[in-house]
């Protein structure tokens, strides 16, 4: 069993930045690719990032590359995601989750994650 904790979302303006952390702790978390997702009100849920535990390979959703950038910090069991120049459309519940992909990937799709956090409020004004 994998426990994800997310924090760091809250109100910010456009055009500034918020750090998203995402705590991972439980059996073999390293093991796993952790990506992040979020969703917007009345909208489904979507990829964003993800990454192998150990920093080596990233995935990005492609109309996010450039703005947000996914990392780790191994000694303290959490993933990073840095978002910039903030957008109103940024506004969504940011999910991290924990799995693995077929052959050594990194996807983005949902159905790879087996371990979800409880997620965190990101709320961009205009």
């Known amino acids: 069993q994998v426990q994800l904790v997310e924090s760091g979302g809250r109100l910010q303006q456009a055009g500034g930045s918020l750090r998203l952390s995402c705590a991972a702790s439980?059996?073999?978390?390293?093991?796993?690719?952790i990506a992040w997702f979020r969703q917007a009100p009345e909208k489904e849920r979507e990829f964003v990032a993800a990454?192998?535990?150990?920093?080596?390979?990233?995935n990005y959703a492609d109309s996010l590359k450039g703005r947000f950038t996914i990392s780790t910090d191994n000694a303290k069991n959490t993933v990073y995601l840095q978002m910039g120049s903030l957008k109103p459309e940024d506004t969504a519940v940011y999910y991290c989750?924990?799995?693995?992909?077929?052959?050594?990937?990194?996807?983005?799709?949902?159905?790879?994650?087996?371990?979800w956090g409880q997620g965190t409020q990101v709320t961009v004004s205009s």
């Open positions: 989750a924990a799995g693995s992909s077929p052959f050594g990937t990194i996807r983005g799709r949902q159905g790879d994650y087996a371990y």
């Open positions: 439980g059996r073999a978390f390293s093991s796993y690719n």
């Open positions: 990454i192998s535990w150990n920093g080596g390979d990233t």
